[in-house]
């Protein structure tokens, strides 16, 4: 990608898409500007974006065309390989998490598969459940075998996930495919040849303390190691992985990567909870479009960032995100070049 102060960004962006979604020339006009449009007015409100969108026409028209165009899917694979172009070669950490929201009664529920990226992830590919609540192993297994399929050659070095995500056949899964579990347990989770709960096995740890299970256990049918660790709020983290322990709870706590995302997605971003969309064949593109506008902003920032000094915090994290900066020069950009 170029960077947007070369080039307007309607013009780097579409280009970035045209090589990505081989489509209709008007389909991937609509595409462009409605990217653009939710850089823009941060939200994802088809009749808020009618105003904002770069499209001829009256609003009524421009509002046609956009609910026109969410009607209609994407083929299959075209955006992870999008997503892909911006990631550096090699294996992925992917992260799998759920976001949800409620439209009036209805459940709005989306399994979401990213890779780790720069202190946020980035979406791959995701399924929408039919129910409020957490998935099942089939619903995992489904979109991790789509990715795989989708993406031969690309190579996953683990998967990070919520104690949510557990159960036999998932863990199995995950060891047939040849994908490292770096997993949070729940405290009921057991362990050893008596089946204590690991709750007990790790009782009295010290805030900061990471303690070792001593040799490699069955957990949920698959031969991990197991440690744990307690925060400065009380809270313990049992880890099930494989490699050594540091490395892995550092790379562990990428797993908030994905809250990032979906903070960017939703209420510091894009408002993804105000669509009024619940078909999932249309709320999925609609987090096509947002999926895109977020790589564009968080991308652009890094490149910003890269050129810029940025304030750093005593902490070590950046005093404005990527995504953030990403997100203020794309519409410095609109303002001063009247691209929409």
């Known amino acids: 990608m170029k960077t947007p102060g070369i080039r307007p960004p309607h013009d780097t962006l579409q280009t970035a898409l045209r090589s990505a979604f081989p489509v209709d020339a008007r389909r991937l006009l609509v595409f462009t500007a ?22 001829p026409g009256s609003l009524t028209a421009r509002y046609q065309r956009l609910t026109r165009f969410v009607q209609f899917s994407f083929p299959e694979g075209l955006f992870p390989r999008f997503t892909l172009s911006f990631l550096p070669d090699g294996p992925l950490d992917l992260i799998l998490d759920r976001t949800n929201w409620k439209f009036r009664q209805q459940d709005v529920n989306i399994l979401l598969l990213s890779a780790v990226w720069n202190g946020f992830s980035l979406p791959l590919m ?12 089939r619903n995992r297994e489904s979109l991790v075998e789509r990715f795989v399929t989708l993406c031969p050659g690309q190579p996953v070095r683990c998967l990070l996930t919520d104690r949510e995500f557990i159960g036999r056949h998932w863990f199995q899964f995950l060891e047939q495919n040849g994908i490292a579990p770096w997993i949070r347990l729940p405290a009921r989770t057991t362990i050893g040849k008596h089946g204590l709960p690991v709750w007990a096995v790790f009782k009295n740890l010290q805030v900061g303390e990471v303690r070792v299970w001593r040799r490699l256990a069955l957990i949920y049918g698959v031969s991990l190691w197991v440690a744990a660790t307690k925060n400065a709020a009380g809270g313990t983290l049992y880890l099930a992985y494989r490699g050594h322990v540091g490395q892995n709870f550092r790379r562990y706590a990428q797993r908030w990567q994905a809250e990032n995302l979906h903070s960017a997605l939703k209420t510091r971003g894009f408002n993804l909870e105000d669509t009024g969309l619940t078909r999932a064949e249309r709320v999925s593109i609609l987090l096509t479009v947002a999926s895109v506008a977020f790589i564009w902003a968080a991308v652009t920032g890094k490149l910003l960032a890269a050129r810029t000094a940025v304030q750093i915090k005593s902490h070590g994290d950046r005093a404005v995100s ?9 519409l410095f950009l609109h303002n001063h070049l009247g691209n929409l």
């Not at 823009?40 to 904002?52: I, N």
């Not at 995701?126 to 192993?137: A, E, I, K, R």
């Open 34 to 55: 409605l990217v653009l449009a939710v850089i823009h007015a941060r939200t994802v409100v088809l009749y808020s974006l009618k105003a904002h969108v770069a499209l």
């Open 126 to 137: 995701w399924t929408l459940l039919p129910h409020g609540g957490s998935s099942d192993s």
């Open 322 to 330: 990527v995504f953030r900066l990403g997100l203020n020069q794309s």
